[in-house]
């Protein structure tokens, strides 16, 4: 299920809701009671290096063909 991300108007808080796709516009009600909400626009942010392919070798060339 989709997790996602609110913030109240009334307090500020911030938070997430796993919820289905089609609850996503409904309000969230706040870990204070406050239902005035608004759904947060999330960004996926993805790290890490990728590594070069191998100049030689893979499958036709390399160790794994026998």
């Known amino acids: 299920m989709p997790r996602y991300e ?3 108007r009334e307090c500020g808080e ?19 009671g ?16 990728a590594e070069a392919p191998a100049a030689a070798g893979g499958c036709c060339g390399g160790a794994c063909c026998g």
């Open 6 to 8: 609110y913030r109240c």
């Open 14 to 32: 911030t938070f997430e809701r796993s919820r289905p796709m089609a609850e996503s516009t409904e309000p969230a009600m706040c870990s204070r």
């Open 34 to 49: 406050h239902d005035d909400t608004v759904k947060l626009l999330s960004t996926v942010a993805v790290g890490g290096v």
